[in-house]
């Protein structure tokens, strides 16, 4: 079992910004998405932002405009600009291989404060 890596996470004022980053240890996986997903308490996990092999990028509608999700191999970052308290989550990397394999992260606190 692959268990990913996760960095980056913290404590800032609203406005600031906070980049994380995510890694395969070891590398080797035939990745196709990678992505970040995030989890506020007493809510439901939600889709932050996703980059395919290709590229191509999906992003949450409470975050565009403000976060950028970018990859490299085995290594996914997330740089997150204009934080805003309700941007405060446990956030999760997540990890689908090429034949549909699926890796999470332990989850890394992002906590904002006005």
């Known amino acids: 079992q692959v268990q990913l890596v996760e960095s980056g996470g913290g404590s800032v004022q609203a406005g600031d910004s906070l980049r994380l980053s995510c890694t395969v240890p070891?590398?080797?996986?035939?990745?196709?998405?990678m992505g970040w997903y995030r989890q506020a308490p007493g809510k439901q996990r939600e889709t932050v932002a996703k980059i395919n092999s290709a590229g191509g990028t999906f992003y949450g509608d409470s975050v565009k405009g403000r976060f950028t999700i970018s990859r490299d191999d085995q290594t996914v970052y997330l740089e997150m600009n204009n934080l805003k308290p309700e941007d405060t989550a446990v956030y999760y990397c997540?990890?689908?291989?090429?034949?549909?394999?699926?890796?999470w992260g332990s989850g890394t606190q992002v906590t904002v404060s006005s």
């Open positions: 070891g590398g080797g996986l035939s990745i196709n998405t």
């Open positions: 997540n990890v689908i291989t090429v034949i549909f394999q699926n890796y």
